[in-house]
């Protein structure tokens, strides 16, 4: 509902930073807290700190309906001093129209799906499970995201996979830079983009199929395309030496190769993607 509706006001805040794979810290002008440091930070960042288990009892019933949960901490001037829990926030993630379809797209494309998350278990389960996630890694921290990537690339018996990661975040970063190929939504951050090979121009998932597709028929061409143009010369190349081609008869087979290449690296004009 929109503010005026609900009789809420922001508060301004001053010394606002983001802590990677934490949350977002910063000091109140006003209201019952103001002057004090703040952290708005995920549970799974909490964990190995005694306000975890005061936290994680607050939010169960949270987590039992597939929400995920952030603190409202009052803080010190470091992260390593001592947390105060003073509130705990659920939000509950509204999938996308399409994810769904994304997912069976990939799938069709016979492409193991793996969603890596910081939300809690629980939440990050439920969304694997109704879109069709082949594999859910959760309560996860930046830095694991990237040794995740890893891990992925090559499977307990040595062989190799090649690995895309699609991200949007700035915890994403080290995964997009890590993976085989990084893809980065238009509509996230500078440094996702920066990090990623390639670019979705609208935060549409379906997308990251098409991206694929288009990639395989760009490399099937390129191959066919190799393949006429040694095709000519190792059949032109004996008849020259052999005295069996004319210089112009040369000329002649050299525009039809450039010619054919050409043609059909045109033919990609053709391609339309699918989801759209």
């Known amino acids: ?12 805040t001053s010394s606002s930073k983001g802590l990677p794979g ?4 910063g ?5 019952l807290f103001a002057g004090q440091t703040l952290r708005l930070q995920s549970v799974a960042s909490l964990q190995g700190s005694a306000q975890h ?4 009892q607050q939010a169960q019933a949270c987590f ?9 901490m009052t803080a010190g001037s470091k992260i390593e001093e001592a947390l105060t829990p003073i509130a705990v926030i659920a939000f509950g993630d509204e999938l996308k129209a399409n994810a769904q379809s994304a997912v069976d797209a990939l799938h069709a494309l016979h492409i193991r799906t793996v969603m890596l998350s910081g939300d809690n278990l629980a939440a990050a389960t439920r969304v694997g499970k109704t879109i069709g996630i082949d594999e859910v890694f959760a ?5 694991n995201k990237a040794e995740i990537i890893q891990r992925l690339q ?6 190799k996979h090649f690995v895309a990661m699609v991200g949007d975040g700035v915890n994403d970063a080290p995964a997009l830079a890590m993976a085989d190929v990084g893809m980065a939504m238009s509509t996230g951050t500078d440094v996702a983009m920066q990090a990623a090979g390639i670019t979705l121009m609208r ?6 199929a098409d991206a694929i597709d288009i990639s395989k028929k760009t490399w099937s061409k390129i191959r066919q395309n190799l393949f006429w143009a040694f095709a000519f010369n190792t059949i032109g190349i004996p008849m020259a030496a052999l005295d069996y081609l004319s210089p112009m008869l040369a000329g002649s087979a050299m525009a039809l190769s450039s010619f054919c290449v050409l043609s059909n690296a045109l033919l990609l004009k053709r391609w339309r993607p699918k989801h759209s």
Do not use: C, Y
């Not at 934490?22 to 810290?25: A, N, Q, R, V």
């Not at 039992?64 to 409202?72: D, F, H, I, M, R």
């Not at 935060?203 to 990251?208: F, S």
């Open 1 to 12: 509902m929109p503010q005026k509706a609900t009789g809420v006001a922001p508060i301004a």
């Open 22 to 25: 934490i949350g977002i810290e």
């Open 27 to 31: 000091i109140p002008s006003n209201g």
């Open 53 to 56: 288990n005061i936290v994680l």
């Open 64 to 72: 039992e309906q597939g929400q995920t949960v952030s603190a409202l």
């Open 139 to 143: 309560q996860i921290m930046p830095s």
């Open 154 to 159: 090559t499977d307990p018996e040595g062989r």
């Open 203 to 208: 935060g549409d998932p379906t997308l990251v």
